[in-house]
């Protein structure tokens, strides 16, 4: 019988990701597989470990094979139908945070909600915050109502299916608006290489220039917007200035670009005051 030592040292992966794998398969922690790593494995352990290794060594996402990924703090499902929740995302959490602070009950709307990764992270960590999560696709909205039921310990998240603002109650107006929005070129090669080949094509791309989704959301959200609300969009790295130029274009004012971990202008927002 195949040990767990020995099936992270034939798996052809790099080892935190045969790690994640086989600790996703055997319900062991970090250290357990530093303790337990001689133990003999049974057949279908053994079997399922390798049939996942294999459809990783194939291209797909770490994410999907387990169904998690980690985000702010928090386990967030994860399927083939809803974009895979990124570190860089983070930052959008966290300038819609910094936008409500010292607002009272905040409501905030999130476009495009995908896994619920953002709007739920935002309930999550404002307690008295009214978050509001859209999203075109049915299936993805039930991937984050799950993620929200299992989350969340009040219900603080309303999920709208809608294409952007198109079914939100006009009367609602929100402190924050924060989208990830699809926002790569119709014709960037990486949607056909890495992870990105197994992602739902709608969450990646408009099928146009990459700027088409923002343009509606910069559109549309001033009407949606309380006085001196803000917006703020994740965008792609070379979108910082096209991004910034909508924005004033639409009447936003102190419009900024704030740059992730790695240096790259990764969200641009402003507020609207007119």
């Known amino acids: 019988m195949s040990t767990a030592a020995e099936l992270l040292r034939a798996a052809g992966l790099p080892q935190l ?14 250290t357990e597989l530093i303790t337990r790593d001689c133990e003999s494995l049974d057949p279908d352990t053994v079997a399922r470990f390798e049939a996942l290794a294999a459809r990783r060594l194939n291209g797909e996402p ?6 998690t990924r980690e985000f702010f703090g928090l386990e967030f499902d994860v399927t083939p139908d809803v974009l895979i929740p990124r570190p860089e995302t983070e930052l959008l959490v966290e300038l819609a945070l910094e936008a409500i602070a010292g607002t009272p009950n905040p409501r905030v709307l999130d476009l495009g909600t995908g896994t619920g990764a ?6 999550h960590a404002r307690d008295d915050a009214r978050v509001w999560a859209v999203d075109r696709s049915v299936e993805a909205l039930a991937v984050a109502r799950g993620n929200a039921a299992r989350l ?55 099928d146009a220039d990459g700027l088409s989704a923002i343009r509606a959301i910069i559109g549309t959200a001033p009407f949606l917007l ?15 200035q096209s991004v910034r130029e909508l924005l004033a ?26």
């Open 118 to 123: 953002i709007a739920i992270s935002i309930a």
């Open 62 to 67: 770490i994410a999907q094979l387990t169904g």
């Open 152 to 206: 969340l310990d009040r219900n603080a998240v309303t999920f709208v299916e809608s294409d952007w603002t198109a079914n939100i109650d006009p009367s609602l107006r929100f402190e924050t608006i924060v989208s990830n929005p699809p926002y790569i070129a119709s014709d960037d090669p990486h949607l056909a290489q890495g992870d990105l080949r197994f992602e739902p094509r709608g969450a990646l791309t408009d």
């Open 249 to 274: 274009a639409r009447g936003f004012t102190d419009v900024r670009s704030v740059r992730d971990l790695a240096g790259i202008e990764r969200c641009s927002g402003g507020v609207f005051t007119a």
């Open 17 to 30: 990701e045969a790690r994640i794998l086989l600790m996703h398969v055997l319900g062991w922690r970090r």
């Open 226 to 240: 309380t006085a001196n609300g803000a917006l703020w969009i994740e965008h792609g790295y070379d979108q910082a």
